[in-house]
Antibody, heavy 119, light 112 residues
Framework: EVQLQQSGPELRRPGSSVKLSCKAS????????MHWVKHRPEHGLEWIGW????????KYAQKFQSKATLTADTSSNTAYMQLSSLTSEDTATYFC????????????WGQGVMVTVSS | DIVMTQGALPNPVPSGESASITCQSS???????????LNWYLQRPGQSPQLLIY???TRASGVSDRFSGSGSGTDFTLKISRVEAEDVGVYYC?????????FGSGTKLEIK
């Protein structure tokens, strides 16, 4: 059974950084691209970017270019997203979601991780 | 970037009635391969989004046939027949034609 298990909720101070994890099971992460999506109830869903775990290639939405860094560890079948220089605007739930390069949709999503940025 | 604009529903929708959600894209999502790269997701309260429809009208595996997608290159509709309590949540359209991927702002469905 395919599962994407994300790490637990995070509380951070403004200006700090956080690294979120997304552990895949039931398939090899090198077989799919991994995307990250931001959700704030008043803003809906925002696409952050994707990583190809097979070769580390990444692509980001322009507004997240200097905010997010996507990496992957194939030995642990885990994808990561680091968010830097946190502000209150980064308070949100973050999802990882996989994408088959043949079918253009996200068929499996992680459960989401809540990041709260507060002093 | 492609802008996705979603319409609202006249909530609450009576149980058993049908509901139609509209989505419009700022650019045609019809590609040269004949496919339209428009997806629909449902995000139930407290859950992650769930794929309902891809390629504008293809139902995802395990999705009820009460859900159907239709449209043209820029105007799309998700129809939910005989709405049920489990259909409550926020519906999002997404374009997968080009990066950055973009979503509509979401349409909330409430049931009476």
């Amino acid at each position: 059974e395919v599962q994407l298990q994300q790490s637990g909720p995070e509380l951070r101070r403004p200006g700090s950084s956080v690294k979120l994890s997304c552990k895949a099971s039931g398939y090899s992460i090198t077989d799919y691209l991994m995307h990250w999506v931001k959700h704030r109830p008043e803003h809906g869903l925002e696409w952050i970017g994707w990583i190809d775990p097979e070769d580390g290639e990444t692509k980001y939405a322009q507004k997240f270019q200097s905010k997010a860094t996507l990496t992957a560890d194939t030995s642990s079948n885990t994808a990561y997203m680091q968010l830097s220089s946190l502000t209150s605007e980064d308070t949100a739930t973050y999802f990882c979601a996989r994408h088959d390069g043949t079918y253009y949709y996200h068929d499996y999503w992680g459960q989401g991780v809540m990041v709260t940025v507060s002093s | 970037d492609i802008v996705m604009t979603q319409g609202a529903l006249p909530n609450p929708v009576p149980s058993g009635e049908s509901a139609s959600i509209t989505c419009q894209s700022s650019k045609s999502l019809l590609y040269s391969d004949g496919k339209t790269y428009l997806n629909w997701y449902l995000q139930r309260p407290g859950q992650s989004p769930q794929l309902l429809i891809y390629w504008m009208s293809t139902r995802a595996s395990g999705v009820s046939d009460r859900f159907s997608g239709s449209g043209s290159g820029t105007d799309f509709t998700l129809k939910i027949s005989r709405v049920e309590a489990e259909d409550v949540g926020v519906y999002y359209c997404q374009q997968f034609l080009e990066f950055p991927l973009t979503f509509g702002s979401g349409t909330k469905l409430e049931i009476k």
